[in-house]
T-cell receptor, first 110, second 113 residues
Framework: KNEVEQSPQNLTAQEGEFITINCSYSVGISALHWLQQHPGGGIVSLFM???GKKKHGRLIATINIQEKHSSLHITASHPRDSAVYICAVRVGGGADGLTFGKGTHLIIQP | GAGVSQSPSNKVTEKGKDVELRCDPI?????LYWYRQSLGQGLEFLIY????????KSGLPSDRFSAERTGGSVSTLTIQRTQQEDSAVYLC???????????FGQGTRLTVV
């Protein structure tokens, strides 16, 4: 079974700071997702990665397949970025769905 | 709408009652997943449907949980004789066959009192 570890568990930062959230997993994967969950809200899929790097607005996600590690970066952070960020991995064709990390609770203070 | 739709968004039920949760996946998506997020816990996989194949039920926590998918589209997750530990947010996701990206619904928040 794949173990997914996220760090940090909690992060409080000031508006404008550069944010990095890390995800490590134990078994080779076919894809990795970064998800965002706002309090009381549903889950939004931010990125799906199988290699390299993706950028969307102020968000950047990278993955290193050899090191079994991914990072989510937020540039020029804003209070509206406050949410739980969840890393999820899929092995093979996805018959067992995704395995999720426990999430990183991010608070951006004005 | 174009996204995954779940209903109801909130459900409060008495212990021992049965509940049904519904998921409308994105049209054309053949893969459908149910997940559960208990308070303070991470997300856990419950069940997976892919086309007309037999579902992968390996994540269902007990025989009180069942799910079906009619016509390869809408799915219903049923919890019989609900217990307080069933209180959680139940999330549904769908994806295209052979594609790895999953799209999530807003979830159903179930509270068993």
């Amino acid at each position: 079974k794949n173990e997914v570890e996220q760090s940090p568990q909690n992060l409080t930062a000031q508006e404008g700071e550069f944010i990095t959230i890390n995800c490590s997993y134990s078994v080779g994967i076919s894809a990795l997702h970064w998800l965002q969950q706002h309090p009381g809200g549903g889950i939004v899929s931010l990125f799906m990665l199988s290699s390299g790097k993706k950028k969307h607005g102020r968000l950047i996600a990278t993955i290193n397949i050899q090191e079994k590690h991914s990072s989510l970066h937020i540039t020029a952070s804003h209070p509206r970025d406050s949410a739980v960020y969840i890393c999820a991995v899929r092995v093979g064709g996805g018959a067992d769905g995704l395995t999720f990390g426990k999430g990183t609770h991010l608070i951006i203070q004005p | 709408g174009a996204g995954v739709s779940q209903s109801p968004s909130n459900k409060v039920t008495e212990k021992g009652k049965d509940v049904e949760l519904r998921c409308d996946p994105i049209s054309g998506h053949t893969a459908l997943y149910w997940y559960r997020q208990s308070l303070g816990q991470g997300l856990e996989f419950l069940i997976y449907f892919q086309g007309n194949s037999a579902p992968d039920k390996s994540g269902l926590p007990s025989d009180r949980f069942s799910a079906e998918r009619t016509g390869g589209s809408v799915s219903t997750l049923t919890i019989q004789r609900t217990q307080q530990e069933d209180s959680a947010v139940y999330l549904c996701a769908s994806s295209l066959m052979g594609r790895l990206e999953a799209f999530f619904g807003q979830g159903t928040r179930l509270t068993v009192v």
